[in-house]
């Protein structure tokens, strides 16, 4: 008997945008990433009737544990972290299809293995199955990975078939502009790049998405969307924690290679791009690549130096003191990794040549926010602007993508009285008050996305490798400086007097969100 007859929960399981019957392996299956994200998010979309017929998962790890441990984990990580609380007659359909398989990553008998247990299942549902790989392990086991994927035949099952075998990877993809060129050779010497997903979980957050719709879906906007009407740009990505147990990896790593390298240029890119011909993931991401080729190179040097990095102190967070970054466990006693990083971007293209960008992120900084601010010009020759009475702001449109997804304007209003005084007010959107609090994770987006092929929201190896070439000569001039040149900024604050002299030289002050 098929499992949908047996598995009543799954006769409202069936094809969404051309979803095939998939069974989705996860590479580091008792990683926290799994638990928190990847598990919650498989739940969820059968809990909205979103996964294919005939739908299975397989976790992959070095551990060996049967499929009923695995399962009563995957249960744990639904009811701990699961958006929507997790409902017995769903999981009853769910966990008989959670199973797992154990080996090293770099065994290629184990993965054999995998195909095996995976051919067992086609042979049992009576149809061929698409296999998505999502890669959530460190970055040190990726190539090994998609190597013993391409020698089992796993890559290349049903290739040029609309269910041909499809691949996840999670970042960083390389640590420089060299690895992720190495990276990029690996998988595509194995899976063409239409198989290939890399994720930016920030690319599926619900206002991320609306910039898209915000910018070409509303005329009020794109006519404004130029050089002539915006003053500059600003995207922050700020974080209030510190690095707390993580040192060991952030000291490879930092707010440059962690943040701005892919979330915050990915944010750059989907703001200033030019209007794609479609909706289609090529004519998407042939604008953003276009967009990221059209940056500068940035000044590293002397008093015109268009980046700034810095590392927090201790400080005062919430009330309560923090300690510094040069204090927390296992950072090192002549430590130059920065917690902070801000740039100041120029784009050569007619739409915004003259207009600066300014990007920043950071940890242990006033509270947790990811916001893109466009600042516009101000009217000229105003009529308002020739007494105290009147309090004008430039105008602003805001983009909060967390943790308050919405978007702000600031306008300037008059005062009510018989007197003529202006002020500057705040509208605002925001997605809970108008849609409900329960909004889907960006996970389960970009799982559902990946399981029907669409790569919109995804990350192409042109674009990876153009993020790095930015990116890289920065690495590389702060790794010869050393400690040359590293501010200093509390705890708890916006940042270093070095990030506010970038946005000084052009008469720019920071935002505070």
């Given at each position: 008997?098929?499992?949908?007859?047996r598995h009543p929960f799954l006769h409202g399981l069936s094809k969404h945008r051309g979803a095939p019957p998939t069974v989705v392996v996860i590479f580091g299956a008792s990683g926290d990433l799994t638990a928190r994200k990847l598990i919650p998010a498989i739940?969820?979309?059968?809990?909205?009737?979103?996964?294919?017929?005939?739908?299975?998962?397989?976790?992959?790890?070095?551990?060996?544990?049967?499929?009923?441990?695995?399962?009563?984990?995957?249960?744990?990580?639904?009811?701990?972290?699961?958006?929507?609380?997790?409902?017995?007659?769903?999981?009853?359909?769910?966990?008989?299809?959670?199973?797992?398989?154990?080996?090293?990553?770099?065994?290629?008998?184990?993965?054999?293995?995998?195909?095996?247990?995976?051919?067992?299942?086609?042979?049992?549902?009576?149809?061929?199955?698409?296999?998505?790989?999502?890669?959530?392990?460190?970055?040190?086991?990726?190539?090994?990975?998609?190597?013993?994927?391409?020698?089992?035949?796993?890559?290349?099952?049903?290739?040029?078939?609309?269910?041909?075998?499809?691949?996840?990877?999670?970042?960083?993809?390389?640590?420089?502009?060299?690895?992720?060129?190495?990276?990029?050779?690996?998988?595509?010497?194995?899976?063409?790049?239409?198989?290939?997903?890399?994720?930016?979980?920030?690319?599926?957050?619900?206002?991320?998405?609306?910039?898209?719709?915000?910018?070409?879906?509303?005329?009020?906007?794109?006519?404004?969307?130029?050089?002539?009407?915006?003053?500059?740009?600003?995207?922050?990505?700020?974080?209030?924690?510190?690095?707390?147990?993580?040192?060991?990896?952030?000291?490879?790593?930092?707010?440059?290679?962690?943040?701005?390298?892919?979330?915050?240029?990915?944010?750059?890119?989907?703001?200033?791009?030019?209007?794609?011909?479609?909706?289609?993931?090529?004519?998407?991401?042939?604008?953003?690549?276009?967009?990221?080729?059209?940056?500068?190179?940035?000044?590293?040097?002397?008093?015109?130096?268009?980046?700034?990095?810095?590392?927090?102190?201790?400080?005062?967070?919430?009330?309560?003191?923090?300690?510094?970054?040069?204090?927390?466990?296992?950072?090192?006693?002549?430590?130059?990794?920065?917690?902070?990083?801000?740039?100041?971007?120029?784009?050569?293209?007619?739409?915004?040549?003259?207009?600066?960008?300014?990007?920043?992120?950071?940890?242990?900084?006033?509270?947790?926010?990811?916001?893109?601010?466009?600042?516009?010009?101000?009217?000229?020759?105003?009529?308002?602007?020739?007494?105290?009475?009147?309090?004008?702001?430039?105008?602003?449109?805001?983009?909060?993508?967390?943790?308050?997804?919405?978007?702000?304007?600031?306008?300037?209003?008059?005062?009510?009285?018989?007197?003529?005084?202006?002020?500057?007010?705040?509208?605002?959107?925001?997605?809970?008050?108008?849609?409900?609090?329960?909004?889907?994770?960006?996970?389960?987006?970009?799982?559902?996305?990946?399981?029907?092929?669409?790569?919109?929201?995804?990350?192409?190896?042109?674009?990876?490798?153009?993020?790095?070439?930015?990116?890289?000569?920065?690495?590389?001039?702060?790794?010869?400086?050393?400690?040359?040149?590293?501010?200093?900024?509390?705890a708890g604050s916006w940042g270093p007097k070095s990030a506010a002299d970038l946005l000084a030289a052009h008469g720019h002050v920071w935002r505070e969100p």
């Amino acid at each position: 008997m098929p499992d949908h007859e047996r598995h009543p929960f799954l006769h409202g399981l069936s094809k969404h945008r051309g979803a095939p019957p998939t069974v989705v392996v996860i590479f580091g299956a008792s990683g926290d990433l799994t638990a928190r994200k990847l598990i919650p998010a498989i739940y969820n979309l059968a809990l909205d009737g979103l996964l294919p017929a005939d739908f299975h998962l397989i976790g992959y790890g070095r551990k060996a544990i049967p499929d009923e441990e695995f399962q009563r984990d995957a249960a744990a990580a639904i009811r701990e972290f699961s958006r929507r609380e997790l409902k017995d007659e769903i999981w009853a359909g769910l966990a008989p299809r959670t199973l797992y398989v154990s080996g090293g990553y770099d065994e290629l008998a184990a993965f054999e293995r995998l195909a095996a247990r995976i051919a067992g299942l086609e042979k049992r549902v009576g149809q061929e199955l698409q296999t998505l790989f999502y890669v959530s392990t460190p970055p040190s086991v990726f190539a090994p990975i998609i190597r013993n994927l391409g020698a089992s035949g796993l890559a290349s099952r049903y290739v040029g078939q609309p269910h041909q075998s499809k691949v996840i990877i999670e970042k960083p993809f390389g640590k420089d502009l060299a690895s992720a060129r190495e990276l990029n050779r690996v998988i595509t010497s194995v899976f063409a790049e239409s198989q290939v997903f890399r994720i930016d979980h920030y690319l599926g957050k619900e206002t991320v998405q609306d910039l898209l719709v915000q910018r070409f879906a509303n005329a009020i906007f794109e006519p404004l969307w130029n050089r002539n009407f915006v003053d500059h740009v600003q995207i922050t990505v700020a974080e209030e924690v510190g690095v707390g147990t993580r040192a060991g990896y952030y000291e490879q790593s930092g707010a440059l290679r962690d943040m701005i390298q892919n979330h915050t240029m990915q944010l750059l890119a989907l703001t200033a791009m030019e209007p794609p011909v479609s909706l289609d993931a090529e004519s998407i991401r042939d604008e953003k690549v276009k967009l990221l080729q059209a940056i500068q190179p940035l000044r590293l040097d002397g008093a015109a130096s268009d980046v700034a990095r810095a590392q927090y102190t201790a400080g005062l967070l919430g009330g309560k003191p923090v300690p510094g970054y040069m204090q927390e466990p296992d950072v090192a006693a002549d430590s130059s990794t920065e917690t902070f990083a801000a740039l100041r971007l120029q784009i050569n293209n007619w739409r915004w040549h003259g207009v600066p960008f300014y990007l920043r992120s950071g940890k242990r900084m006033a509270r947790r926010v990811t916001e893109i601010a466009v600042r516009f010009k101000r009217a000229p020759g105003n009529l308002f602007a020739d007494s105290d009475r009147f309090q004008l702001a430039a105008n602003t449109l805001a983009f909060q993508i967390q943790p308050d997804e919405g978007m702000s304007m600031i306008l300037n209003a008059k005062i009510p009285g018989l007197e003529t005084r202006t002020q500057p007010v705040k509208m605002n959107f925001r997605y809970a008050t108008t849609f409900g609090s329960n909004t889907p994770e960006a996970y389960e987006r970009l799982v559902l996305d990946a399981m029907i092929g669409d790569g919109t929201l995804f990350i192409r190896g042109d674009e990876t490798e153009r993020s790095w070439q930015l990116v890289t000569p920065i690495l590389e001039h702060w790794k010869q400086e050393k400690r040359a040149g590293l501010d200093a900024y509390s705890a708890g604050s916006w940042g270093p007097k070095s990030a506010a002299d970038l946005l000084a030289a052009h008469g720019h002050v920071w935002r505070e969100p």
